[in-house]
Structure formats: C-alpha cells, structure tokens
C-alpha cells in the first residue's frame, strides 16, 4: 500500500467501526450498567489527577505571571486576569485534555486490547452481542458525560492553586488576585472549554477504543496499540483545538 | 447438524482451506484434528463466523450460514456456545457474572430466574461454591469449567470447543473431556471440538475429521483411527514414543 494511502484506510476502518459503535443498544439495562461503570472508572477515578495538576499548575501560572510579566507600569490585577484567562481558555480545556489521553486514552486502549488477545471480544461475536458497540459506546458517551465536571474541577482547583500561592508564597495579595480573577469576566470562556472538551473527549475516547479493538497479535501489539492511541488522541486534540478555537472565538 | 460444502479459505495468495466437506451429528462430539498449523484453528473460525470462507457453504440445520443476513447471522449466533482456548472469560466480572451474562443479554427473564439458571449451570460443572470469585482467582481447569457453564446458560444448539484441553493436566483434561461428552448428550446439542490431545481422541472422539496443510486428509471414529493405514494420520496420532511402544505391542501381540 502506498504511504499516503495508509492514513486513509486507517480513517476509513475507524469510521467503519464508529458506525458499527453507534448502533442502538441490545439491552438498554446492560447498556446503562455499562455506562455508569464507564463514568466511573474515566469520570470519577480520574478527578484526583486532574485536580492535583490543576491545582500545581494554577499555583505556577500564577508565579510565573507575577514574576515574569508583572511590571510597575502594568495594572496589579495583570496576575489573576492572565492566570484566569490560560486557565479557563487552554489549560482546564485542551491541556487537561491531553493529559487526559494519557491516562484515560492509555487505559481504553490497553483493556480493549487485552480483551482483543484473550478472545473476550469474540467470545461476544459468538453469543450474537454487538461487541464494538456494547464495549465502545459506553466508554464515549460516559466520557462525554464527564468531561464538563472534570472541566470545571480543573478550573476551581486551578483558582486554588493560585490562592494558595498568594497566602502561602506571599507574591500576591488575596485581594489582588480576587480582582484580577473577577476583572473583565466574560461566562463564554467558560462555555468555550467546555465546548472544546466535550470534542476532545469524544477523540480520546474512540481514537483510543479504535487502536485497541483492532489490536492483532499479542502483549507486544497491546502496548503499541496504548502508545499509538496516546500519540495519536494528542495530535488530534492539538489539530482539533486550532480549529475548534478559530470557530468558538 | 452442521454441514460443510468444499470451504475454501484463502489470506492473500496463501490457501489455509482446501475444500473441507464434513457433517457433525446432533449429539455427537465431533472432533477436528490436526498439528499446529494444519488449519483446524480457521476452520473452526469459519465455522462460527469469526472469518468468512472465500468459497463454500455452512449450513445449520438446512440454514446456510454464510449467505445469510446480518440479523439471521446474530440470531442463529444465540443459538451457539462457545469455549475458548483461553476460556476467555469477561476478567471485570465474578464467575456468577460470567454465566449470567448471556442471560442478561438475550433471556426475557427476571433477575431471580436469571440467576437461578447461571447457578444451576455452576452446579452442573460443580462449581457452585466458586461463584463469588473472579476468573484470575481460580485455577485454568476451573475456568474451563466456567466457560462451560457460560456456553450451556442459554440451552445452545450448537457447541464449540476450541482446544479446550490446551494448558490443563491429563487428569482434568479428562474431566473436561468427560463433561463436554455427557453436556452434548444430555442437550442434544451438535458439538464441535478443535483439538490435537490424543486422550480426548480416544476418549470422546465419535465423529473426527483430520486435518493437514488445509486439507482433509482423514474422516472416521475414534475406533477407527488405531486401524487406520493413513501415513500421515498414523504419523500424527502416534507421534509419542509411549504411543509408539503401545502400537508396536499391540501389534506384535496380534501377529503372536
């Protein structure tokens, strides 16, 4: 196959996975079980890490801001408005996102493919279950589903980190950085993320179910199917951001 | 019954599949066998319809399976059971789980019905007490079990054995061996078994088919195949030097 044609047919056998994806559910009872399971293990279980790096990372955007563009001549608020406006715009969203394809991409990935190597996906062709569609949908709609909570978690441990770096750090005062935080707010930016998130979070998930449904061959193939998901949801989401941010500002 | 017409399975230019014609008995354990490699693997895939033959027919009971509509395909799929050579078990999921799940899937039952059949399955293969625990909790033979009882929950017409013995000792070999044979007989279900373990040729082989380089070398029964003169059977069954020693005697103890 030439090069340039690869890409295309790896497109085309992700769309036609998708389709056999968004199929309607056998069991609807199996089907919600599933999906509260999904936002479970993607949503829930990954609200500490995201609020852990939210937190360092406002608490370090909130330094650099005041140490490195904080001037005389600029306005005190300069700090809280610019660590508002890169959290709110691109960290909590896009950044949060791909730390996301990490853990969650990584984690789709190598459970799909380890069922792949060990026939529990055709265990479920052979008892008539749409396999694709009873093991991927759940994990994109629970994504999708959980994606705005993780957003705004981020953001308000964002906000936190940078609190606590004006009480404990003492580079910023409090009332400075409420100031800075409240100063020109506009509420789109928070729809914005969002917005971006739940695209995001629709590639994460199926870019990542893709590399590891169609695993072939053993652990070797597994572990490659999680690297490629992670390298591939990263880019996507990176392609993604540029046009999503050109169409939502 | 399933019946195969000349299945030919071809990847690319290599040709796996050389016209299988074969017919497996209701309640008869029908085994396929042959050496790694021979092609009984893909045959077997063919068969359920985890690959599709370039040419030929699979018939069901009279129903064609290879030309049949998507929406027959996965009905007549309920009508299956199958064990893995992994047992591929769902690994999320308790050993009652597994056996629940096809029911929960396909049966119209409630819950209490539901579990009540999953239990009696356990009962069947003796496993009732390891309900609670998880596949990884439990040894491979057990797990085989399980896969049992999963394939049995919603009464199947037709049941497929891939290598179940693979990776167990004789002595449970035996058990699987002895449960798959009395299953068949008291569902009345047509069984088919991948497999190359001489004690289950001997031992529950009514109907074999024998496989090499994808072609079908050799059909008989398991009384049969110890007077076959097939060069290349009798090279495969006898392939121990234990087995070999017994033939020769058994032989030598004929001329005497």
Same mark, same amino acid.
């Given at each position: 196959?030439?090069?340039?044609?690869?890409?295309?047919?790896?497109?085309?056998?992700?769309?036609?996975?998708?389709?056999?994806?968004?199929?309607?559910?056998?069991?609807?009872?199996?089907?919600?079980?599933?999906?509260?399971?999904?936002?479970?293990?993607?949503?829930?279980?990954?609200?500490?890490?995201?609020?852990?790096?939210?937190?360092?990372?406002?608490?370090?955007?909130?330094?650099?801001?005041?140490?490195?563009?904080?001037?005389?001549?600029?306005?005190?608020?300069?700090?809280?408005?610019?660590?508002?406006?890169?959290?709110?715009?691109?960290?909590?969203?896009?950044?949060?996102?791909?730390?996301?394809?990490?853990?969650?991409?990584?984690?789709?990935?190598?459970?799909?493919?380890?069922?792949?190597?060990?026939?529990?996906?055709?265990?479920?062709?052979?008892?008539?279950?749409?396999?694709?569609?009873?093991?991927?949908?759940?994990?994109?709609?629970?994504?999708?589903?959980?994606?705005?909570?993780?957003?705004?978690?981020?953001?308000?441990?964002?906000?936190?980190?940078?609190?606590?770096?004006?009480?404990?750090?003492?580079?910023?005062?409090?009332?400075?950085?409420?100031?800075?935080?409240?100063?020109?707010?506009?509420?789109?930016?928070?729809?914005?993320?969002?917005?971006?998130?739940?695209?995001?979070?629709?590639?994460?998930?199926?870019?990542?179910?893709?590399?590891?449904?169609?695993?072939?061959?053993?652990?070797?193939?597994?572990?490659?199917?999680?690297?490629?998901?992670?390298?591939?949801?990263?880019?996507?989401?990176?392609?993604?951001?540029?046009?999503?941010?050109?169409?939502?500002? | 019954?399933?019946?195969?017409?000349?299945?030919?399975?071809?990847?690319?230019?290599?040709?796996?599949?050389?016209?299988?014609?074969?017919?497996?008995?209701?309640?008869?354990?029908?085994?396929?066998?042959?050496?790694?490699?021979?092609?009984?693997?893909?045959?077997?895939?063919?068969?359920?319809? &985890? %690959?599709?033959?370039?040419? +030929?027919? !699979?018939?069901?009971?009279?129903?064609? @399976?290879?030309? *049949? /509509?998507?929406? =027959?395909?996965? &009905? %007549?799929?309920?009508?299956? +059971?199958? !064990?893995?050579?992994?047992?591929?078990? @769902?690994?999320? *999921? /308790?050993?009652? =789980?597994?056996?629940?799940?096809?029911?929960?899937?396909?049966?119209?039952?409630?819950?209490?019905?539901?579990?009540?059949?999953?239990?009696?399955?356990?009962?069947?293969?003796?496993?009732?007490?390891?309900?609670?625990?998880?596949?990884?909790?439990?040894?491979?033979?057990?797990?085989?079990?399980?896969?049992?009882?999963?394939?049995?929950?919603?009464?199947?017409?037709?049941?497929?054995?891939?290598?179940?013995?693979?990776?167990?000792?004789?002595?449970?070999?035996?058990?699987?061996?002895?449960?798959?044979?009395?299953?068949?007989?008291?569902?009345?279900?047509?069984?088919?078994?991948?497999?190359?373990?001489?004690?289950?040729?001997?031992?529950?082989?009514?109907?074999?088919?024998?496989?090499?380089?994808?072609?079908?070398?050799?059909?008989?029964?398991?009384?049969?195949?110890?007077?076959?003169?097939?060069?290349?059977?009798?090279?495969?069954?006898?392939?121990?030097?234990?087995?070999?020693?017994?033939?020769?005697?058994?032989?030598?103890?004929?001329?005497?």
């Amino acid at each position: 196959m030439l090069p340039l044609l690869k890409p295309l047919h790896t497109f085309g056998r992700y769309l036609e996975l998708m389709a056999k994806v968004f199929s309607k559910p056998e069991r609807l009872r199996m089907f919600f079980k599933q999906y509260v399971k999904e936002m479970q293990q993607l949503g829930v279980d990954s609200i500490v890490i995201v609020m852990m790096i939210s937190f360092f990372i406002g608490a370090v955007i909130c330094i650099q801001m005041k140490v490195n563009i904080q001037s005389p001549w600029m306005p005190r608020f300069t700090t809280g408005y610019t660590t508002r406006e890169i959290l709110l715009l691109e960290f909590s969203s896009s950044i949060m996102c791909l730390i996301l394809a990490g853990k969650v991409g990584s984690n789709i990935a190598s459970e799909l493919g380890t069922m792949r190597v060990t026939q529990q996906i055709d265990a479920l062709e052979i008892m008539g279950v749409n396999s694709a569609s009873f093991l991927i949908l759940p994990k994109i709609l629970g994504l999708v589903t959980m994606i705005p909570f993780l957003v705004s978690f981020s953001i308000v441990a964002g906000f936190a980190g940078a609190y606590a770096i004006s009480f404990v750090g003492g580079i910023i005062t409090a009332e400075d950085l409420t100031y800075g935080l409240q100063h020109g707010f506009n509420q789109w930016f928070v729809w914005m993320g969002v917005i971006k998130s739940v695209f995001f979070a629709f590639i994460i998930s199926s870019v990542s179910a893709f590399y590891g449904y169609t695993v072939d061959g053993g652990s070797v193939e597994v572990g490659k199917a999680s690297t490629d998901s992670v390298v591939h949801c990263s880019m996507l989401i990176l392609f993604a951001d540029i046009f999503l941010t050109r169409i939502l500002s | 019954m399933i019946e195969l017409r000349s299945i030919h399975k071809s990847f690319e230019d290599r040709e796996v599949l050389c016209g299988i014609n074969a017919r497996f008995e209701t309640g008869h354990t029908n085994l396929i066998i042959g050496q790694s490699g021979s092609g009984k693997t893909v045959l077997m895939k063919c068969i359920v319809g &985890l %690959l599709q033959p370039t040419s +030929g027919e !699979i018939l069901y009971d009279g129903r064609d @399976f290879v030309r *049949m /509509s998507k929406k =027959e395909r996965t &009905l %007549l799929r309920r009508e299956m +059971g199958m !064990i893995f050579q992994s047992a591929a078990l @769902f690994d999320s *999921m /308790s050993v009652l =789980e597994n056996v629940m799940f096809p029911l929960d899937m396909f049966s119209s039952e409630n819950l209490a019905d539901r579990k009540r059949r999953a239990q009696q399955c356990l009962d069947r293969v003796n496993l009732i007490e390891a309900q609670d625990k998880y596949p990884d909790e439990i040894s491979g033979g057990m797990q085989k079990r399980v896969a049992i009882a999963r394939a049995i929950a919603l009464n199947p017409r037709y049941l497929f054995c891939d290598e179940p013995n693979s990776g167990l000792d004789p002595k449970t070999s035996l058990v699987i061996d002895d449960l798959i044979h009395s299953i068949t007989q008291e569902y009345k279900m047509t069984t088919i078994i991948n497999t190359h373990d001489m004690n289950s040729v001997m031992g529950i082989g009514e109907s074999i088919i024998f496989i090499r380089q994808g072609h079908q070398e050799w059909t008989g029964t398991k009384d049969e195949v110890l007077r076959s003169d097939n060069a290349y059977l009798t090279d495969f069954i006898f392939a121990s030097n234990l087995l070999k020693n017994a033939r020769h005697a058994l032989i030598e103890k004929g001329q005497k």
